[in-house]
Structures are given as C-alpha cells and as structure tokens.
C-alpha cells in the first residue's frame, strides 16, 4: 500500500502562493530597474555587479536566522561554478534584453526557459521526454515566433535573440542546480552564485569602463541588489510552504506586473501578438510542468 504524502495545511499553501506572486513581483520590478538605469548610461556589467553585491545584505539575514553559516561548506566547488558561469550568462543577455524590448516582450521570452529546460534533460540528462512534452516545446517555440513578429521592420532581432539566450541560460543553470543538488542545500547555491555575480561585474565593468552613477542612479542600483536578494529568497520560502505544483503556475503573474511597470514608466502597451504569444508560451510551460509532475507522482 502506497503511503500518501501529507499536504501542507491550507493556510501555508496560501501562505506560499503570496510568497511566489511577491517574489514575481519584485523581478518584474527588479527588470523595471535594470531598464532605467540601463538607460541612463549605466553598463550592464556594474548593473550586474551592484545587483549581486547588495543582494547578500537579505541573503546574509537569510542564512544567520536559519541555516548558520556552516551551510556555506561545499562538496561541489566545480559544480557551483559551472552553475554560476551559464546563470551568469543568462543575466547578462536578460539585462541587455530589457534594453532592447518593451518590458512586457522581454518578461514574455523569460517564460521560454521551461521548454528549453526539456530539450537540455534529453540532451545533458539522458532523461526520457514524451511525445507530448516534445509537442509543448513545438508549441511553445511557435509562441515565440507569435510573439517576435517576424515581419521585415516590426522586429528587434537582437532584444529577441538575447531574450531567448536568457532563458537558455536560466534552464541551464536549474540543469545545472539538478547535478549537484543532493549534496548542495539551496542558500548554499544561492550564496556562490551572488558571490559570482559580484566577480562577474566587477571584472567587467573594470573592461568595459566604470560609470559613476548619480545619487538616484545609485540609489536604483541597490534597490536592484535589495530587491533581487528579497526576491530569490521569497522563492525558496514559496517552496517551503507550498509544493512546486500549486505555485509554479503563479510566475506567470510577472507578466501583470511587468505590464504595470511598463505602462507606468514608459507608456508601454502591450501589442496583442506579445500577449497572444506570451498565452502560448505559458500554457506550454504549464503542460509541461503537468506532465513532469504526472512522471515523478508516477514513481512514488
């Protein structure tokens, strides 16, 4: 006789819910950022290096009132740069993307990680894909192309080539999570990839010329490093709470708030084909994330 899991009472899963869609919150307002001071002559490598950096002061509080800082001991140095060297590289063409596209279009591409987090377990993982897993890639990718336009002169090759290179990069870097997950704790992975995120920017912001922000610039900076940190955190207290297949589907709420911001900052309005593309993309992510649901609840 199979023994039944026991759920989380409901209040907590409410309680996780809340927390996802306020860790969505702060990444469309953590891009929103990233955006304006982008704009405001500010290279990405110190956007990068500023993110990361303050993001230990939340990260720091994090790991002192729960774990301690004995978690930081690792078994997989390799692994965990590995890690930070493809999520790195997802950062950086994500934070160029939002230069290049309307907040809402460059959050849209983001949701394309899950697919290629798919193919990359076939391929990396020797994991089995079905035939219907395959068919929401197909699908999913088919919401991009309604999503990019590619009509001559209505579309931004490079803002959608760096937004499909950010989601590349993210699934990855959760590939790359995969493998050295057992013996590697969550603050743990966490901790070294700020801690290359802060290297990361540095070394590049020393290349490619460091530019001294303004008072308000400097001010959005940490408040990218501070939101950021909040923001990764909130996720892993969502999973803590709720189990991955009641929340996950809430990281599409980025997409609202993504809207708002652009909206209220810029005047963006989303043109219907991001929306109808974005609809495509999500629905695929969400069947696939149904399906590998379905295959692990099939193990137990």
């Given at each position: 006789?199979?023994?039944?899991?026991?759920?989380?009472?409901?209040?907590r899963v409410l309680l996780g819910i809340g927390l996802r869609v306020g860790a969505m919150a702060c990444m469309a307002c953590l891009?929103?950022?990233?955006?304006?001071?982008?704009?405001?002559?500010?290279?990405?490598?110190?956007?990068?290096?500023?993110?990361?950096?303050?993001?230990?002061?939340?990260?720091?509080?994090?790991?002192?009132?729960?774990?301690?800082?004995?978690?930081?001991?690792?078994?997989?140095?390799?692994?965990?740069?590995?890690?930070?060297?493809?999520?790195?590289?997802?950062?950086?063409?994500?934070?160029?993307?939002?230069?290049?596209?309307?907040?809402?279009?460059?959050?849209?591409?983001?949701?394309?990680?899950?697919?290629?987090?798919?193919?990359?377990?076939?391929?990396?993982?020797?994991?089995?894909?079905?035939?219907?897993?395959?068919?929401?890639?197909?699908?999913?990718?088919?919401?991009?192309?309604?999503?990019?336009?590619?009509?001559?002169?209505?579309?931004?090759?490079?803002?959608?080539?760096?937004?499909?290179?950010?989601?590349?990069?993210?699934?990855?870097?959760?590939?790359?999570?995969?493998?050295?997950?057992?013996?590697?704790?969550?603050?743990?992975?966490?901790?070294?990839?700020?801690?290359?995120?802060?290297?990361?920017?540095?070394?590049?912001?020393?290349?490619?010329?460091?530019?001294?922000?303004?008072?308000?610039?400097?001010?959005?900076?940490?408040?990218?490093?501070?939101?950021?940190?909040?923001?990764?955190?909130?996720?892993?207290?969502?999973?803590?709470?709720?189990?991955?297949?009641?929340?996950?589907?809430?990281?599409?709420?980025?997409?609202?708030?993504?809207?708002?911001?652009?909206?209220?900052?810029?005047?963006?309005?989303?043109?219907?084909?991001?929306?109808?593309?974005?609809?495509?993309?999500?629905?695929?992510?969400?069947?696939?994330?149904?399906?590998?649901?379905?295959?692990?609840?099939?193990?137990?």
């Amino acid at each position: 006789m199979t023994a039944v899991a026991a759920q989380p009472p409901a209040q907590r899963v409410l309680l996780g819910i809340g927390l996802r869609v306020g860790a969505m919150a702060c990444m469309a307002c953590l891009s929103a950022v990233v955006k304006w001071t982008g704009s405001h002559g500010v290279p990405v490598f110190e956007i990068i290096f500023f993110r990361n950096l303050f993001a230990f002061v939340p990260l720091g509080l994090y790991i002192a009132r729960t774990t301690g800082f004995e978690v930081l001991k690792t078994q997989r140095p390799l692994g965990h740069m590995l890690r930070a060297v493809i999520g790195l590289t997802g950062m950086v063409c994500g934070f160029s993307a939002v230069q290049h596209l309307p907040l809402t279009e460059a959050t849209a591409l983001q949701f394309t990680s899950p697919l290629f987090m798919t193919a990359l377990s076939a391929l990396l993982l020797s994991e089995k894909v079905g035939r219907h897993r395959w068919a929401a890639v197909v699908v999913g990718f088919l919401g991009v192309l309604i999503m990019a336009r590619p009509v001559p002169g209505q579309i931004d090759v490079l803002g959608v080539a760096l937004g499909v290179l950010s989601a590349l990069g993210a699934a990855g870097a959760m590939v790359a999570i995969r493998q050295i997950a057992d013996t590697e704790r969550g603050p743990t992975i966490v901790f070294y990839f700020t801690l290359g995120g802060v290297v990361l920017g540095l070394v590049g912001a020393s290349i490619v010329g460091w530019v001294m922000p303004d008072a308000k610039t400097l001010a959005l900076l940490i408040l990218a490093g501070l939101i950021g940190g909040v923001g990764q955190l909130l996720l892993t207290e969502a999973l803590r709470n709720a189990p991955i297949g009641i929340i996950a589907p809430f990281d599409y709420t980025q997409l609202v708030w993504a809207a708002v911001f652009g909206l209220v900052v810029w005047g963006e309005v989303p043109q219907p084909l991001t929306l109808v593309g974005a609809l495509v993309v999500a629905a695929s992510g969400a069947y696939i994330l149904h399906r590998e649901l379905r295959r692990f609840s099939a193990r137990d």
